[in-house]
């Protein structure tokens, strides 16, 4: 919840101008909902797609307040945040209520990235993959195969947003490979290898290097530093290295 149309327009011009030439990834921005309608114009001869921070399941009716997919859709967006931690926290967001709202996003066209992620005691007890197997698969409930290439995956965990810290490279690689093995099992080996894994949880400049040389890690969900356009240029353009002898 930052930005208003005119901050939010100030800020995506800025990252245009410094991303709009990079075409090995793909440069996704997510602004309010105030402020969807006019980013969708300022992105329109950029490779740059328009996504939306949450939607509700159903496509109209009286639900005061929420947005549907097919409203995101006529926005411009091609992508929609599902799940991300703080719906889950602040607005006692389940999994059950993250698989309706993943179905409704794919039957409407929209592609979902779907949040999932431990707390810190959580972690502590040791129960970080389980909690996260639980996530994806309640929150995949009823998807197909040749739905899930559509369907990006978000490892966040919950104690490492917000704070300053950040999961160790080789603890995300560890929760990536697990999400990477559970797909293999839920879904057919050929779509799944189309389903990108990113990590989100205090991605800076400084990180993103190390975070981006495991082997399972294919992005990244980004915060704060998405706020500020040089940082942001700086995520988008890491560098590729080599990180436990592992990456090619």
Known sequence: MNMTISQAASLILKIRDVVKWVT?????VAPPFTALHHISYLLAET????CGQDVFWERSGAYTGEVSPEMLKDVGCQYVIIGHSERRQYFSETDEMVNQKVLASL????KPIVCVGESLEQREKGKTLSIVKKQ????LKNVSDGQIKDVVIAYEPVWAI????TAKPEQAEEVHNAIRELLYDLFNLETVKETRILYGGSVKPDNIDSIMAEPNIDGALVGGASLKADEF?????????QASGNRQ
């Open 24 to 28: 090995s990834v793909e440069v996704t």
């Open 136 to 139: 994806v698969e309640e929150g």
């Open 107 to 110: 039957k409407e066209g929209l």
């Open 162 to 165: 917000g704070t300053g810290k």
């Open 47 to 50: 490779p740059i797609k328009l």
């Open 233 to 241: 240029a700086r995520i988008v353009k890491f560098e590729k290295i």
